[in-house]
């Protein structure tokens, strides 16, 4: 009977990948080798106590043990800076509470972590004052000011919006605000398309 090892898991995977995409392929037939048995599992030989361990060209397609040293030294150019906001990815208690004026980085990611969320009390007539300024073409962030009342994202109507600002790639994006009310509002710089990288914002109350 056989054995898959990861070199045969990935072949097979590359395989399916081949025929989805190709229009002239409308049905994929699977079979095996043998009498007794389809295949008898995971090729026991390549187990570790972590499981499945494969070479270094097969580590580096993601499959078997992450070596995470071996991954960082593998990075084209720096790693990226922490981000000391996070996590902030949403209103309610995972938002990042501002207590006064600042300016700093933070960064986004349209796969992992598109939208950041600043939590922001405002006294009555105070004035608020927001510029994010994008790195790299590939980040296009805009702004949204949540009014009192949002618990979650999730939970967002237009009547609970207060102010947004929306534009394209390269343009600041700016947000000025008298609060009509002391409370808590939220701040969320989101993602408008695809991609990833460092942002810079100034907030101002």
Known sequence: MSTVTLVVHNQRANAFELARDDPGIGVVILTGEGTEAFS???DQRIRGDDGYIGD???AEQGVGRLDVGAALDGLQGPAPAPDRFEPNDDA???A???YHGMSATATLDWWDDPNDVYRIHLAKGQRLSVVVHAGP???DPTLVLWKPGLDALADARSD???RRSIHGPG???RIRFKAPRSAWYYLQVKLARP???PYRIHLAF
Do not use: M, Q
């Open 171 to 173: 343009v600041p994006e």
């Open 96 to 98: 990042a509470t501002v």
């Open 195 to 197: 991609g990833f990288g």
């Open 92 to 94: 309610g208690a995972e």
């Open 56 to 58: 270094d060209e097969v």
């Open 160 to 162: 609970l919006r207060a």
């Open 40 to 42: 008898s599992g995971g």
């Open 137 to 139: 073409k590939n980040v």
